[in-house]
C-alpha cells in the first residue's frame, strides 16, 4: 500500500499518506503501520530534531516559516510537526499552521504536518514519535515539533528532540512571572519573538532579563541556555538562532552524549509504552475489569488499604 522506495526517496505524499496510516487506528492499519515503522528504523536517526514551544500566538509557526526557509537556504530539508494539545479533533490548526508557513509548505525541501488526533495512549504527541522516525527515513534532516506551551504537552515534546527552544514575548516583565519555572529549565535557547517596530526596546531588555534569570538555574550541565531576540516577520536574528543549534551540535561535550541521551530517550519512552499496554490489555478484559472496580469499592469504603488492594489485583493478573 505505501511505497516504501518512494518514502526513503523523499516523495512528501507518499510521506504524508504513511503518516496518515500511522494515525489510523484501525487494527489491521496499525499492523501495517507497525511494519512500516520497522522498516523505516534502519533510515532513521540522521536527522536533528528541535522542540519549539510558547503560549498562544507567541509566533511559534511564523517563527518556524522564517526559520525553516533558513534552514533549506543552508541546504537541509525540514519537516515540521505540529502537535496541537487543544484541537484535538480534526485539525482545528490545519489551516492556520499552513497559512502562517504559506512560503515553506509550497518548498519541495519542506514538509509540513498539522496536529494529529491523539489517543490517549502515549500522550497527545504519541504519534510525533512515530511521524519522526518516518521522516528521517524519507531524508528530512531537520524535524522541528511545534506545540503550545499549556499542559503536558512540551514536557512530551522535550522527551523526544535533542534541544529545545521556548519562544517569549517582548514583555519580560509579565512574563518572568507567568512562565513555568520548570519549563525554563527545560530550553536550550530562549527566544524573544517580535523583536520589531514598537516592541524592540521591551525585547532587548527581556534577553537582558532571560539572560539574567538563566544564570541562576541550577541546573545546568554540558549547555548553558542561550537567549537571542528574533523578528520573525522582519526575518532578523533567525541567522544567530542558527548559529547557536551549530555551536550546540559541535560542542564536544554535547555531541559526546547526544547518542546516550537518544537512548535514554528511547529507554524511557519502552517503559512508558509497557505501563500504557499494560493498562490497555488490562481493562479491555472484563474479568479484571471487575475485579478492579470490586476492589476500588473496598478502598473508597475504607475496608481496604491502597497497598493492600492493589497487591490483591496484582496476584489475580498474575496468578
Ligand atoms: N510584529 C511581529 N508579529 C509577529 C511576529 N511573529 C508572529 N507575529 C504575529 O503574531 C501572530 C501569531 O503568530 P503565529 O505564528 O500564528 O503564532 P503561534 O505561536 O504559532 O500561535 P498558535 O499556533 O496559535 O499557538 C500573527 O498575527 C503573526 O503575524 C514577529 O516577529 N513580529
Ligand atoms: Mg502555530
Known amino acids: ?12 505524499r507518499t510521506l504524508a499518506r504513511a503518516i496518515t496510516l500511522l494515525e489510523s487506528t484501525k487494527d489491521s492499519d ?44 543552508k541546504g537541509h530539508k525540514v519537516a515540521v510537526l505540529a502537535v496541537d494539545p487543544s484541537s484535538p479533533i480534526n485539525g482545528g490548526s490545519i489551516m492556520g499552521d499552513k497559512t502562517r508557513m504559506e512560503k515553506l509548505s509550497s518548498m519541495n525541501e519542506a514538509f509540513i504536518r498539522p496536529s494529529p488526533t491523539s489517543g490517549s495512549l502515549g500522550g497527545v504527541a504519541f ?54 519555572r520548570g519549563i525554563l529549565e527545560l530550553a536550550d535557547l530562549i527566544v524573544v519573538n517580535k523583536a520589531d517596530g514598537q516592541t524592540i526596546q521591551l525585547a532587548k531588555a527581556a534577553v537582558q532579563q532571560y539572560t539574567g534569570a538563566v544564570e541562576l538555574l541550577t541546573s545546568v550541565s554540558l549547555w548553558k541556555p542561550k537567549v537571542v531576540a528574533t523578528s520573525s516577520l522582519e526575518k532578523t536574528g533567525i541567522d544567530n538562532v542558527y548559529d547557536i543549534i551549530s555551536e550546540y551540535r559541535t560542542t564536544p561535550a554535547i555531541a559526546g552524549a547526544f547518542k546516550t541521551k537518544r537512548a535514554e530517550q528511547n529507554k524511557n519512552w519502552f517503559h512508558k509504552l509497557v505501563h500504557e499496554l499494560i493498562e490497555l490489555r488490562l481493562n479491555s478484559k472484563k474479568e479484571y475489569k471487575d475485579k478492579r472496580a470490586s476492589l476500588e469499592s473496598e478502598v473508597t469504603a475504607e475496608k481496604k488499604s491502597p497497598l493492600s488492594a492493589a497487591q490483591d489485583y496484582i496476584n489475580e493478573v498474575l496468578k
Do not use: W
Not at 1 to 12: E, Q, W
Not at 39 to 60: D, Q
Not at 151 to 174: C, K, R, T, W
Open 127 to 180: 504519534k510525533t514519535r512515530e511521524a519522526i522516525v518516518l521522516c528521517e527515513a524519507a531524508g528530512f534532516d531537520f524535524i522541528i515539533v511545534e506545540t503550545v506551551g499549556v499542559g503536558q504537552s512540551e514536557y512530551e515534546v522535550h522527551s523526544m528532540v535533542d534541544f529545545f527552544a521556548i519562544l517569549m514575548l517582548p514583555n519580560a516583565g509579565d512574563e518572568l512571572q507567568g512562565i513555568k
Open 30 to 73: 496499525r499492523a501495517l503501520a507497525e511494519d512500516l515503522l520497522d522498516k523505516a528504523l534502519p533510515h532513521s536517526g540522521k536527522s536533528f530534531r528541535i522542540g519549539i514551544t510558547g503560549v498562544p500566538g507567541v509566533g511559534k509557526s511564523s517563527f518556524i516559516e522564517a526559520f525553516g526557509q533558513h534552514l533549506i537556504a
Open 1 to 12: 500500500m505505501i511505497d516504501f522506495n518512494k518514502l526513503i526517496s523523499g516523495d512528501r
